[in-house]
């Protein structure tokens, strides 16, 4: 069978109307990039278009710090390291692999917690629970870029005098309060890969308040290779987390556009918000503006949401289900009763595609699959 998505692809129509659909820069600009990392003769090891791009995103992050990272899963590896996390930390159990994966392999491991059903971000009451019963850690995730219960989370960490560090993977654009959402926390990640609404093909950034962290986290993203001593290594030793050149330059020459894009979004977003009814967009905004990266919306009850998936598909249309299976089903052990929230959420929950060159008749064909397959069972 063909792939209309493909077909739509190779004649050049713009993006695909699917999820995840990457932003490309253009290509003057960025060329103009490029040729500067080339002609430079260093393509890596903390580059001046790598430290330009950190410059960048402090500024508009809000955060004194910035390290710019091979992925946003090793910027969290690397801020757990730096906060020295180990042993069970608090995590949502409605979040993508990456964030309990980061615990493994920094040496911590998930202790999963339930979500708020409102915001679909880590529960504050449950993860009081966990921290009480032992749990050295805290990381939420600012899912789909609205920001989780930052006051109450800072509190709890405050007070059992644990680490906050979180996963803003989804919430470059998002604020809260007068500041970027990312830049709350005792540390932050942010995931830079081209399915994010602004990235660097491959990339994350870590977000900290001191200098101290940075310069630790830099060791860490340079194999533990300490520049105070010549640049010899000392425990504990790191990784090769660094962002190269090549993939600065793409993030300097998206920057450049990024408010434009953002309004375009925002415009997708309301597009979306007229055509469907309002009873089924997650508040995801309830705190702040968010990323307008992620339309998530809930099927109503009584439609299967893998009919709605099935549905688009064949029109060449990309939803996705995420998070679904819920994470905290990798734990045989588990108490499944305990994610009621993560459960229902996993079951109901699709992200429509969204992406700035998208025209109101490519939104008005995804509203109307969705509301068509939507609206079957109300009209029996
Ligand atoms: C994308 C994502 C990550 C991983 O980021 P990478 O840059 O792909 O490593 C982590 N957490 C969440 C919630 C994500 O969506």
């Avoid at 950190?54 to 955060?63: K, M, Q, S, T």
């Avoid at 309004?263 to 990323?291: D, H, I, K, Q, T």
């Amino acid at each position: 069978m063909t792939d209309p998505l493909a077909l739509a692809r190779a004649r050049g129509d713009g993006p695909a109307l699917t999820v995840g659909a990457p932003v490309i820069p253009d290509r003057r600009g960025l060329a103009a990039y490029l040729d500067r990392a080339l002609d430079s003769g260093r393509l890596s090891n903390f580059g001046p278009l790598a430290s330009r791009l950190e410059e960048r995103l402090a500024e508009r992050l809000d955060v004194p710090y910035v390290l710019s990272c091979a992925s946003g899963t090793t910027a969290l590896m690397i801020a757990l390291r730096v906060f020295g996390v180990s042993g069970p930390t608090v995590v949502p159990s409605f979040t993508f692999a990456a964030t309990a994966g980061a615990l493994d392999w920094a040496g911590a491991s998930a202790r999963f917690c339930d979500v708020e059903p409102a915001c679909l971000t880590l529960c504050p009451i449950a993860s009081e629970a966990a921290l009480a019963d032992g749990a050295r850690a805290l990381v939420p995730v600012h899912t789909y870029g609205g920001a989780c219960d930052v006051a109450a989370l800072r509190d709890l960490a405050a007070r059992y005098r644990k680490p906050l560090i979180y996963d803003a993977a989804h919430a470059f654009g998002a604020r809260f309060q007068g500041k970027a959402v990312a830049a709350y926390g005792d540390a932050a990640a942010i995931s830079l890969h081209a399915t994010k609404p602004f990235h660097t093909v491959e990339g994350g950034a870590l977000l900290v308040h001191d200098q101290g962290a940075l310069e630790e986290a830099r060791r860490l993203a340079n194999f533990g290779l300490d520049p105070r001593r010549g640049g010899t290594a000392r425990r504990p030793l790191g990784l090769n987390g660094k962002m190269s050149e090549i993939h600065a330059a793409f993030g300097l020459a998206l920057l450049d556009e990024y408010d434009t894009l953002h309004e375009r979004r925002r415009a997708v977003m309301a597009r979306y918000r007229a055509r469907l009814p309002a009873c089924w967009f997650l508040p995801a905004s309830a705190r702040g503006s968010g990323s307008d990266a992620y339309v998530a919306i809930a099927v109503p009850d009584g439609v299967a949401r893998d009919d709605v998936v099935e549905s688009a598909r064949r029109e060449g249309i990309g939803l996705r289900a995420y998070f679904a299976p819920p994470l905290h089903e990798i734990d045989p052990d588990a108490d499944q009763a305990a994610f009621p929230v993560s459960r229902g959420a996993a079951d109901r929950v699709i992200c429509l595609p969204i992406h700035p060159d998208f025209t109101t008749a490519q939104i008005d064909r995804v509203a109307d699959v969705v509301l068509r397959v939507c609206d079957a069972p109300r009209a029996n």
